[in-house]
């Protein structure tokens, strides 16, 4: 037996629970994040496109080097049932480019990746000076993240073998770990819940955070200037995407990842943030057409920070300078085990089951507004 959207929002623990930032904090933000845009930088209007973005026109205004790739061939691996890091050795062995300079690579007039450091652009400085405190701050009041995050693959099986098989598979996943380093996630998801008496249904609410968070302004501010910083850059260097982006959360009614931030300012789902991350290949969850668009400050004197493309056959560098990347969920990608380096990388994500027009959301939407509008206040007062 189902229960209710109404029902199931009631069961809500006050981990998961938000309001709405104050205003003053908000305006203060954003009005810090404004000055990205008065950074100069060199455009130019390209002939490229995000794969199934509707937007073309614009999908890359940054003036930037470009590589063609002439010969895409399909990435081999079974990245669902192997577990595939890769080291210097394995770089060094299969012939992978190293690339620390700002690029944008396509092929066929597809876009690739984009990749662009704060030597090459000043705003990206500007965007990441709050990193390091916002991520000390996030392992204070976040969860972190399990190490078999990326191996909750859904296998379809039907027959009893398929299922046996499946299983193997996954008890197998378990035991190799996707990723090593500490992960957080803020904003929202969607998840199956089972609740008392039989009763369950699907469930859109906020990741947990200690409501102890609320209280802390200064953790605030850094939330919202970085992660609408993002945003920013993302809609200085590929106007599509960003577009994109926020036609997708107004199309499904979507309440904002941080409440209190116009959505125009933060339409993605979800902000991801990740310490001495280190990913086997995997593909992204996100929209074909969107990016998962990260950037990462650098890690410790003497360590090294790499993200590997092996379909691409390059490494791109994120060692000497705080850097952005723009990648499309289908392109495999990982990042290198290189130990404990301080390197914190932020994503933005726009989940498609988040911005889905279903009733079931709108519904969900509906009853987070109203809410956030009415609501919200009682459950943090002390």
Known sequence: MYMSVNDLFNTLKLDRKRKPIAKNIVTKALKEVDKIKKIPYKTKDWDFHWGENPYKQYSLIVDLPHIEITDLKPYKTNIKDNVVFYDEK???KEGLKYIDKSCV???????????IT????????KATERLVPLGEAMEKYYPVKASTFYSAFKITAKTEEEKK????????????????????MDGQIKYFQGVHNGLSGTMISYQPRKPDAFKDEQFLYDLIYSYCSLYELEKRYAPAVARWRLELAKEAGKVPAI???PLERHPATGCGASLDFASAIHNDSGMNGLTETIFWNTPDKNHKQLFVSPQLKCVFDLTKHNCIILQPPKIPHGTVNSGNHNGYGYVNITKQNLVAKTDLNKEWYKKWSSYLSTKAEKDFDE
Request: glycine fraction near 6%; aromatic fraction near 12%.
């Open 90 to 92: 394995k770089i060094k």
């Open 105 to 115: 690579i396509t092929h066929k007039g597809e876009i690739l990746i984009v990749y």
């Open 118 to 125: 704060a030597e090459f652009d000043p705003a990206i400085k």
């Open 165 to 184: 098989q499946a299983n193997i598979t996954n008890q197998a996943l378990k035991k190799k770990p996707r990723y090593y380093g500490k992960n957080w």
């Open 259 to 261: 409440p209190g931030v």
